[in-house]
């Protein structure tokens, strides 16, 4: 009997929400041979992030997936047959796996994760998440001792990462986050100074009253209309850290754009946008810093495991809907 | 028979394009005694620049115009009386004098200039606006040689010079101006590589003809569809310089905001903001540099001058049109 891989492959570009006709299901054998350079890999968990969507609409930072391709994604999985050196039948390695049981993959790009790695938090707070968190915040956001960061998308993956590591830093933090049940998590677990809830105040006037010297580092990973009230209070030579746009991405129609961009030129401010890949060389010194906060306790990594590979749309739907409180993952039961 | 004050009072807050009735003209006798620390000025030229729009409409990064108050403005005059220490009867100065013929000033913030000076080049290649050129595309652009730089607004007063200065610095220019005469002027009398007339192209695509690696910094005079042209067309690592919006100053709303604003994001571009007056502690870098390029023919100065300080709305207003080439300037005749 051979093995069979089961993938998700790009059906129709998204418009507005993802929906699970955007995907074609697919069964087909494992090939019996593989090339030399390809490793037949068991995908145990997927990473389910926001720029996904993107991936799957149109080109980008990277290409976009193409119709008819299996759908792009981060995952961690076991080493089941190997041609290739250096990789053996039990490794764990994470990367591009695709939404797919039993991928076959050149080990280009590929991690080898040493083992026992607990994989949940390779994916999380170890993976791009935690780094895009750590060098978004520090490296382009660049907050001082005493200074106030707002950070929006407060308690999802990315988001709870920024607020924890602007705390170390020395920082006052405001979250903005929606509901009451993430804001108190912000504030009572994680040490949030202040929260906002979107769904219940006016952000505008909380960010007023809540940074009467201005926003010095604001992280942006909705856009929007929270990006327009973070604008309009910029503190002197503010800084706004683009990270992504998630309350834009499913309106299906280009966003308005930031009416309040000219508080940069009045406020002496900047806005910058990063992407994660580009700091893949200095990987090691966020992982570094992350693993020591996490063993000092200064740092909580939190996970909700979805299940079930056939739940994929579904599970990327969840960040969209506000459903995921820190990093979403998916265990690819097989 | 003591000597009369003309001036303009801004008497409402201006909505669309600047009209005469915004402001009130007054005729008023000259103190005859000045405090300590005052001296009567005779205003010589007056500078006319699109940032008194903002000041006379709402605060931004100096407070508005108080309705009933001279209107604020640069100029240069001639020292008529003095009790202030250093300045003496005969002295050229410049400064906010303000739209008045015959102003009692305090010397604070007031610039001596050399004897001999000629006052058209003080108020413009060697006044704020070559400053303006000078840090906002050296400091905040910060383009190397051989790289693309796209100005809009370019015929205007900040424009022009930007341009000049990026092509002494080895790069490629690109400006974008209203009309074949000021376009010609661009490309045939200051070096510009390439012009896009705004008013019978489409920006977009010839950018994207024109920059065919991007933008690697747009110097923004103008806000609007262009900026978001502009965005669209960045290289990778672009820099947005925001210097102003006069697009958008007279649209009587909120600008709608740069809809191609995550381009900062799959680019890992940088939008930054700064106003000239923050860089007055360095102002002698920029003179020094500007004159000796002046006197090396690398880079020209152009100026309009208007006549009659009765003319001093209607001159404000020929920024927004599009009417002017270079500095404009209002002569104050006594």
């Given at each position: 009997?051979?093995?069979?891989?089961?993938?998700?492959?790009?059906?129709?570009?998204?418009?507005?929400?993802?929906?699970?006709?955007?995907?074609?299901?697919?069964?087909?054998?494992?090939?019996?041979?593989?090339?030399?350079?390809?490793?037949?890999?068991?995908?145990?968990?997927?990473?389910?992030?926001?720029?996904?969507?993107?991936?799957?609409?149109?080109?980008?930072?990277?290409?976009?997936?193409?119709?008819?391709?299996?759908?792009?994604?981060?995952?961690?999985?076991?080493?089941?047959?190997?041609?290739?050196?250096?990789?053996?039948?039990?490794?764990?390695?994470?990367?591009?796996?695709?939404?797919?049981?039993?991928?076959?993959?050149?080990?280009?790009?590929?991690?080898?994760?040493?083992?026992?790695?607990?994989?949940?938090?390779?994916?999380?707070?170890?993976?791009?998440?935690?780094?895009t968190a750590y060098f978004g915040l520090l490296d382009v956001g660049r907050p001082k001792a005493g200074e106030t960061v707002v950070v929006s998308?407060?308690?999802?993956?990315?988001g709870?990462?920024v607020g924890?590591i602007a705390?170390?830093k020395g920082c006052r933090v405001v979250?903005?986050?929606?509901?009451?049940?993430?804001?108190?998590?912000?504030?009572?677990?994680?040490?949030?100074?202040?929260?906002?809830?979107?769904?219940?105040?006016?952000?505008?006037?909380?960010l007023?009253?809540?940074c009467?010297k201005g926003i010095d580092v604001y992280f942006d990973n909705?856009g929007?209309?929270i990006l327009d009230a973070a604008l309009a209070n910029l503190a002197m030579r503010g800084r706004v850290v683009l990270c992504g746009?998630?309350?834009?991405?499913?309106?299906?129609?280009?966003?308005?754009?930031p009416?309040n961009y000219l508080s940069l030129l009045v406020k002496r401010g900047r806005m910058e946008g990063f992407?994660?890949?580009?700091?893949?060389?200095?990987?090691?010194?966020?992982?570094?810093?992350?693993?020591?906060?996490?063993?000092?306790?200064?740092?909580?990594?939190?996970?909700?495991?979805?299940?079930?590979?056939?739940?994929?749309?579904?599970?990327?739907?969840?960040?969209?809907?506000?459903?995921?409180?820190?990093?979403?993952?998916?265990?690819?039961?097989?």
């Open positions: 009997m051979s093995m069979i891989n089961r993938s998700w492959r790009l059906a129709a570009r998204p418009q507005g929400m993802v929906k699970d006709s955007d995907f074609s299901w697919h069964e087909e054998a494992v090939p019996e041979t593989l090339l030399p350079g390809q490793i037949l890999v068991e995908t145990l968990y997927l990473s389910v992030d926001p720029t996904q969507r993107m991936w799957a609409e149109a080109d980008s930072y990277l290409p976009a997936v193409r119709i008819g391709e299996v759908m792009r994604s981060l995952g961690l999985g076991r080493v089941v047959r190997s041609n290739a050196p250096g990789f053996e039948p039990g490794d764990l390695v994470s990367g591009l796996v695709g939404w797919q049981s039993h991928p076959v993959l050149t080990t280009e790009g590929l991690n080898k994760l040493p083992p026992g790695t607990p994989p949940e938090t390779a994916l999380s707070l170890f993976g791009l998440t935690g780094l998308g407060a308690a999802g993956a990315t709870n990462a924890q705390k170390i979250g903005i986050a929606g509901g009451p049940e993430k804001c108190a998590w912000l504030k009572n677990e994680l040490g949030f100074d202040e929260v906002i809830d979107y769904r219940s105040e006016n952000v505008g006037e909380r007023r009253e809540l009467p909705v929007g209309d746009a998630i309350g834009d991405y499913n309106k299906g129609e280009q966003p308005q754009g009416r992407i994660i890949l580009d700091y893949m060389p200095r990987a090691m010194e966020a992982i570094s810093a992350l693993a020591q906060w996490a063993a000092e306790g200064k740092i909580k990594d939190r996970v909700e495991v979805a299940t079930g590979l056939e739940n994929a749309p579904a599970t990327l739907r969840r960040l969209f809907t506000g459903a995921n409180r820190g990093k979403q993952l998916l265990k690819v039961v097989s």
